[in-house]
């Protein structure tokens, strides 16, 4: 150990493809497992939901129109991006949630493997989901799924990398965009997180990432009426009914999420892809 | 008389074997329902043609223990190719009976009869026959390992297509192995109530489908069941959202159908012809009452003058009234409440300033009937451009460029159909993949079947009814 003083670091918020201070101008303390103080970190507010909501949906036209090609790439350079910063995601894991180097390695390696998994899958979704109908008549006729649009995140509380690019991952993997809460007390990985993406090829404004309280922003991503999706995985089990009858008002799509977090070590399937996309049939007549 | 005059060549209003009484149909049997009759009127005429029995609420829990009770001893454990089977059985019978269903539709519905019996009624035996063959092929549809039924659906269903959506949600509920408690609306009970008879003939195990009629208030203890473990609508986005309400925080799937406002866009290449046929078809087919509607017209400003020339002209052919006379091209409106929601809006575009045009058609002096009308100089502002009016009413727009046409057409919290009318094959593409709609329709409009997913983005609702991606609305995947 050296005398030297470290280099204190302030948080922010990633809105739009930039860091602003919550324009509330509210920070919270953020502690390790055993209530040791590791840094402040930015309390989003209303306005930084609405202000993240403008951002998504002014990027969701380029995003959404990238071809599957180029998003894949896009996506697993990100990847690459993240495996530059395993030490550090390593050490963050393991502050947050409390678990031993080892444990915080395989968590950080599980996530960045979760992540290519979804990259692999933005130029073969439509495959397996789209379909050429084979109708009564003379039309051609074909489904194709294509991006609900923009997605409100409340990340898991618990795990705080791994279960965040689980929710993630998949929604910007179907084309969509994203504004995400990141988990309450375990935020620095979301934070480096969103320093990876800035960093990296994802457009501006495609994710957005809000520290603070998903009980607190939840009820306004809801009730936004430019959001498309909901997923309340980090909302407490008992506030999930009241964010889905919120979601009603502009018919949301709200995704059914297990009471308890869910073993996100488990093996993906292709459940949050399908959640995030929309079935579109287009007919033409046959003829000469 | 002229020679292109048509005689009245009406259906016989007795191959509809109208009875006087029908009652619910719950575990198996038509039993006397506890809730207030009603009577069912033919709003082409305004004449009673049945009394219907009604379910109380706690005939919905009857009927919801009689499909759990199927579904726990009979249709869950039974294979797939069994259910098929069943499903063949009603496929063919819906086609036997074909001509009594569609004349019974009209009847009750108002509808015209070569609409019923040349799409209604065939296009619901091809959801039976379609979903038949997906019983015992689950695994190939691509939705996960192990796809396993959902256990009891409550269905809901509205008065526009009363046979066949009730086809589009008893199909696939039963070929994924789930049993149903169907509600048919109040309007227009009778299809229903005779496809209760096709389960009987079919012998399909009792309870593993149920038919209540009522008003709203059934609908709502079927959503609000404990044992009902999925819910599917169709109707307004209205009673959708009241929906997805009721069932947050529940366990229950859901998938809803809701309104639309479609745009149908016409460049000036298109073959104007074909594309007034097609307008034409977008939004009279049905009298208007279809949730996928070409409801806004948007014109390229270069064939606006054409198109709406060649549109009056072919509008003002379209023969209304007797909805058994095969030569009827419109029939009536389903209720006096619908006629007079019609008007209401219609009266909103004239004191919006919009221009009305309305068919110089005769018009029944009984019954429920508003002839075609076309509204130009129409603003996206005014309620006729952007609410559901549900009837043979058309709104007028124009554009410029293709990307004004985009925008004009994603103007709206719906996202069911959509049109397009050209003969430029990369900008038919290039549209169909700009326009945030479920069912986009190319140089055609108002096609549907059972192979083919349909169903809605945004406030048009979420799920959709139809081919593979249909499947997963009744499946644990």
Not at chain 2, 24 to 29: A, D, M, R, S
Not at chain 2, 64 to 79: D, E
Not at chain 2, 328 to 334: Q, S, V
């Amino acid at each position: 150990m050296s005398d030297r003083i470290s280099v204190a670091k302030t948080y922010k918020l990633y809105i739009g493809g930039k860091f602003p201070r919550s324009e509330s101008g509210r920070v919270y303390p953020v502690n390790d497992t055993k209530g040791k103080f590791l840094a402040n970190a930015a309390h989003a507010s209303r306005k930084d939901v609405r202000d993240a909501v403008v951002a998504a949906r002014k990027a969701f036209g380029g995003w959404s129109a990238a071809t599957a090609y180029n998003r894949g790439q896009v996506l697993y350079r990100v990847a690459e991006m993240l495996e530059g910063r395993r030490e550090q995601f390593v050490s963050e894991v393991a502050a947050s949630e409390g678990v031993a180097a080892k444990k915080a390695q395989s968590l950080v390696d599980t996530a960045i493997d979760r992540w290519v998994w979804y990259a692999g899958w933005t130029d073969k979704i439509a495959t397996v989901l789209g379909a050429a109908n084979p109708v009564a008549g003379p039309y051609f006729s074909f489904t194709v799924p294509e991006p609900t649009g923009v997605v409100g995140v409340l990340a898991p509380q618990q795990s705080s990398l791994l279960g965040l690019v689980s929710v993630l991952a998949p929604v910007l993997a179907t084309g969509s965009t994203a504004v995400v809460v990141s988990s309450a007390d375990r935020p620095l990985p979301a934070i480096t997180l969103s320093e990876v993406l800035a960093t990296s090829d994802l457009p501006g404004g495609v994710a957005n990432i809000l520290t603070g309280r998903a009980s607190e922003l939840g009820s306004w991503l809801a009730s936004h009426g430019d959001v498309n999706a909901l997923d309340p995985t980090g909302a407490e089990p008992s506030a999930r009914a009241g964010l889905a009858r919120e979601a009603a008002n502009t018919v949301k799509r709200v995704l059914t999420v297990p009471d308890a977090e869910p073993d996100w070590t488990d093996t993906p399937d292709i459940s949050r892809l399908r959640r995030y996309l929309e079935a579109k049939t287009v007919w033409h007549p046959l003829g000469v | 008389m002229g020679i292109f005059e048509y005689a009245p060549a009406p259906e016989s209003r007795d191959i509809a074997n109208l009875k006087p009484n029908y009652r619910p149909f719950l575990g198996g049997e038509f039993v006397d329902g506890n809730g207030e009759p009603l009577k069912t009127i033919n709003p082409a005429t305004e004449e009673v043609l049945a009394e219907v029995g009604t379910a109380s609420v706690s005939d919905v829990d009857v009927a919801v223990k009689a499909a759990r009770k199927a579904y726990n001893n009979v249709w869950s454990k039974m294979p797939g190719s069994e259910r098929a089977k069943y499903l063949f059985r009603i496929a063919r019978l819906i086609q036997e009976r074909s001509r009594e269903l569609a004349v019974l539709e009209s009847l009750d519905n108002g509808k015209p009869i070569k609409e019923s019996r040349d799409s209604d009624v065939p296009t619901a035996a091809a959801h039976f026959f379609y979903h038949a063959g997906w019983a015992d092929k689950l695994d190939y549809a691509g939705l996960g390992p192990n796809p396993r039924p959902l256990g009891v659906a409550g269905q809901i269903i509205p008065w526009n297509f009363p046979l066949l959506m009730l086809a589009w949600k008893i199909a696939p509920a039963l070929a994924t192995g789930n049993t149903v408690v169907l509600k048919p609306a109040e309007t227009t009970p009778l299809t229903a109530l005779v496809f209760a008879e096709i389960c009987q003939q079919a012998e399909l195990p009792p309870g593993v489908v149920n038919i209540l009629p009522g008003a709203g208030d059934i609908g709502q203890s079927i959503v609000e069941h404990g044992d009902v473990d999925k819910i599917a609508f169709t109707g307004s986005t209205d009673v959708g959202k009241l929906i997805q309400r009721q069932v947050a925080g529940t366990a229950k799937k859901l998938t809803l159908e809701l309104g639309g406002k479609a745009a149908n866009v016409v460049f000036d290449d298109a073959p104007l012809d074909q594309a007034v046929e097609g307008i034409v078809n977008g939004i009279f087919f049905n009298q208007g009452h279809v949730c996928c509607a070409g409801s806004r017209l948007l014109v390229q400003e270069s064939v606006a003058e054409e198109v709406m020339e060649k549109l009056k002209y072919r509008v003002s052919t379209l023969r209304l009234g007797d909805p058994l006379d095969k030569n009827t091209d419109i029939g009536a409106i389903n209720s006096a409440e619908q006629l007079s929601k019609i008007k209401g809006l219609v009266e909103s575009g004239d004191t919006e300033g919009a221009h009305r045009w309305t068919s110089p058609c005769p018009v029944p002096e009984r019954g429920f009937f508003f002839a075609p009308t076309v509204f130009s100089d129409v603003q996206q502002s005014m309620r006729i451009a952007r609410e559901e009016i549900f009837g043979p009413v058309l709104s007028v727009l124009t554009f410029r460029t293709p990307d004004e046409a985009v925008t004009k057409a994603n103007n709206t919290p719906y996202g069911l159909s959509a049109g397009i009318w050209t003969e430029k094959g990369s900008r038919i593409l290039w549209m169909a993949n700009q326009l945030r709609a479920g069912v986009v329709w190319a140089n055609t409009f108002n096609r549907f079947d059972p192979a083919a997913p349909f169903g809605g983005y945004q406030e048009s609702g979420f799920g959709r009814e139809g081919g593979r991606t249909g499947l997963e609305a009744y499946l644990n995947v």
